[in-house]
């Protein structure tokens, strides 16, 4: 049996030790890079997001007397090593919460427009971690569910709640922390167009390039205690609804992540020649009046560039005629986490 047919098989019943969820990706616009502690996977800075549509994991858990491990199938694909590690590892979190011994069958699918050029690991970890607790018998809690997808990944922890989200920096040992909703995805009509600059896998991932700079940065410190003033006034912006006050404050965290990441020992450079060039793009469309648009990036080559609804052809179109330049996609203020 195709494990697509498990999951559209799951939807029409409510079946005992079944858990499904779908969830969304989101975006930093405040970023997260760096731990205050590993062993709980606590973020040291605060950060701030938007969860996005139309970038979805749905995903089915169920457990199993007859099972002898947990199973993981990622697209159809079964999946090992470090990805059924890291499930497995929610999944005895959820066991031993909710006080079973039974091993999980995982089904997880990602409805993501090809090589979109965001990560997919926040809405995997959300989807599992809210697809293992109803599996389990445990009821829905969006804190308890963030907090347990935020120790698999912190970035996955704001996609529990739709439109923004805050994820607060975390002391050392606070195990039960959770990301924050801090408005609706009604609250701002706003768009995220992202400029897809180069094809495959990034060099070098989230976790081990934010290890990698605490430990060998110059710049660390500094970025750690520039961040809370940068998420301030990307809050405070957000609920004004104010985007002359977000977007400088969001171009000024990415810029200060990524110059942190390339003082490292070696440095992580995760520019393409076509990341700068979309950079300026979007700093001529501000300049010449033609879109109030600014810029942001992750771990990877792509900028990602946030603009009122209303301006979003101008933009995906300037995008798009930029040099290195390989395709843009449009995303919009998406929901939390559901439970199916
Ligand atoms: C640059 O959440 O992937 O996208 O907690 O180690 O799994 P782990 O890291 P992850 O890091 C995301 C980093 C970022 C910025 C952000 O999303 O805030």
Known sequence: MSGHREIEG????DLPNVGRARARANIALAKYWGKSDVSCNLPAVPSISLTLDPLLTETRVELLASLKRDELMLNGEPALGGELLRATD????VRREAGSSLYARIDTQNHFPTASGLASSASGFCALAAAARKAAGLPFDARKTSALARRSSASAARSVFGGF????AGVPGD????????????HWNVRIVVAVTAEGRKAVGSTDGMTHTKVTSPYYDAWVSASPALADHVRAGILERD???VGPAMEQST???H???LAADPGLLYFQPATLAAFATVRELRQTGRAQVYATMDAGPHVKALCLAEHVSTVSAALAATPGVLRTLIASPGAGV???
């Not at 799951?10 to 019943?13: D, F, G, L, W, Y």
């Not at 929610?90 to 979190?93: F, G, S």
């Not at 195990?175 to 009604?186: G, I, N, Q, T, Y």
Request: charged share 20%; proline share 8%; with cysteine.
């Open 90 to 93: 929610l999944l005895d979190r």
């Open 338 to 340: 559901e439970l199916l």
């Open 259 to 261: 110059a942190c990441a």
């Open 10 to 13: 799951a939807a029409m019943t």
């Open 243 to 245: 985007l002359a006050r």
């Open 255 to 257: 810029l200060a992540m």
């Open 165 to 168: 989200a805050e994820l607060p």
């Open 175 to 186: 195990d039960a922390l959770s990301a924050e909703p801090l408005a609706p995805e009604s």
